[in-house]
């Protein structure tokens, strides 16, 4: 049984057309690739067709699982959340008891992950730690410095 994957339209779309690339472009270029190195003699020592081999393997694998993952895909409807308590693609602020310092981040299923764009995956474990909580909860999260704890300050469908 395959792990439900939940994700936003964007990046459902994003998933959509990288699949897409690799089965247009990406499997012509490892045709192209075989081919070349098929004309280039002796398949017996050809390090270069079974390189092209092994890199077309790897783009059959790569196809099949991204296949797979959009199999089982959850599309979550920004508009429909509850703010309750911290939940997947919610936006959560918290601030760090320590030092008092405030961030905001939107939790995400792995796949769209980004945190140069405060995007957070919910099995992070920031984003474990978050989950289910409320505002004016503490989070404890563990990390490789030790502990940290969380204050939820604010949680919303939409960035603050």
């Known amino acids: 049984m395959s792990q439900i994957t939940y994700l936003t339209q964007e990046?459902?779309?994003r998933l959509k057309?990288?699949?897409e690339e690799?089965?247009?472009t990406g499997r012509k270029e490892m045709a192209m690739a075989i081919a070349e190195a098929r004309e280039k003699g002796d398949l017996s020592e050809n390090a270069e067709y079974d390189a092209a081999k092994d890199a077309q393997g790897?783009?059959?694998m790569k196809i099949n699982e991204l296949e797979k993952t959009l199999a089982n895909v959850r599309i979550l409807d920004e508009s429909q959340l509850d703010t309750?308590?911290?939940?997947?693609l919610v936006y959560v602020?918290?601030?760090n008891e320590k030092t008092?310092?405030?961030m905001t981040y939107q939790l995400v299923s792995e796949s769209e992950a980004d945190?140069?764009?405060k995007k957070i995956s919910a099995s992070s474990p920031i984003g474990q730690g978050l989950l289910g909580k409320a505002v004016g909860d503490t989070a404890l999260v563990e990390t490789p410095s030790g502990p940290v704890s969380f204050v939820i300050k604010n949680i919303s469908a939409k960035p603050d």
């Open 11 to 13: 990046g459902y779309d």
């Open 17 to 19: 057309g990288e699949l």
């Open 22 to 24: 690799m089965k247009t």
């Open 58 to 60: 790897m783009l059959e």
């Open 84 to 88: 309750s308590k911290v939940i997947l």
């Open 93 to 95: 602020t918290i601030a």
């Open 100 to 102: 008092g310092k405030e």
């Open 115 to 117: 945190l140069k764009m």
